[in-house]
């Protein structure tokens, strides 16, 4: 069974600072991984979607990082902004595509 | 193109009755997904269907919840003799293929059981 886990639960920085979300899964056989944006209250937004031949992909200010043999991958946000405040979540999709969530890293960025 | 619409936004049920939640997947998406969500935690999987077909219900409750996707119209998800810990965000994703493709999330429908 697939377990996912986000470290650090929460986290708060000042604006400008650059940073890193974990996620690590215990199943390897993954399909793809998914980073995802949830606002208080609001639906997800997808960020970056990595497939499971990847090791990286790129949005802007967000580059994602995908290492599947250690079932681990990292979100990094460059040059953090007071807007980018959130909560992070990585999903990891096997064979169906059904997505197997972590508990989501709720990141507050200070003026 | 709309995105994956769910309706309604916000739903008030009293303990015993009949919850309803709809999922309209985005044009061309054969594929419905239906998590739960409750405080302060991640979402849960529940269901996988495609079109009249149930997939995976693994993470469904075994009694009282139901999901269909007919030919024509939404997906339901149907929850039947309430109870307050039914409480929670419901959030349907609709995806084109099964497999490495990328899902899309609807604004989710709040349940409260009062």
């Known amino acids: 069974k697939q377990e996912v886990t986000q470290i650090p639960a929460a986290l708060s920085v000042p604006e400008g600072e650059n940073l890193v979300l974990n996620c690590s899964f215990t199943d390897s056989a993954i399909y793809n991984l998914q980073w995802f944006r949830q606002d208080p209250g609001k639906g997800l937004t997808s960020l970056l979607l990595i497939q499971s031949s990847q090791r990286e992909q790129t949005s802007g200010r967000l580059n994602a990082s995908l290492d599947k043999s250690s079932g681990r991958s990292t979100l990094y946000i460059a040059a953090s902004q007071p807007g980018d405040s959130a909560t992070y979540l990585c999903a990891v999709s096997g064979g169906n595509n059904d997505m197997r969530f972590g508990a989501g890293t709720r990141l507050t960025v200070k003026p | 193109n709309a995105g994956v619409m769910q309706n309604p936004r916000h739903l008030v049920r009293r303990r015993g009755q009949e919850a309803r939640l709809r999922c309209s997947p985005m044009k061309g998406h054969s594929h419905v997904y239906w998590y739960r969500q409750l405080p302060e935690e991640g979402l849960k999987f529940m269901v996988y269907l495609q079109k009249e077909n149930i997939i995976d219900e693994s993470g469904m409750p075994k009694e009282r919840f139901s999901a269909e996707f007919p030919k024509e119209g939404p997906s339901i998800l149907r929850i039947q003799q309430v109870v307050r810990g039914d409480s929670a965000a419901y959030f349907c994703?609709?995806?084109?293929?099964?497999?490495?493709?990328?899902?899309?999330f609807g604004q989710g429908t709040r349940l409260t059981v009062v």
């Open positions: 994703a609709s995806s084109h293929y099964r497999g490495n493709t990328e899902a899309f």
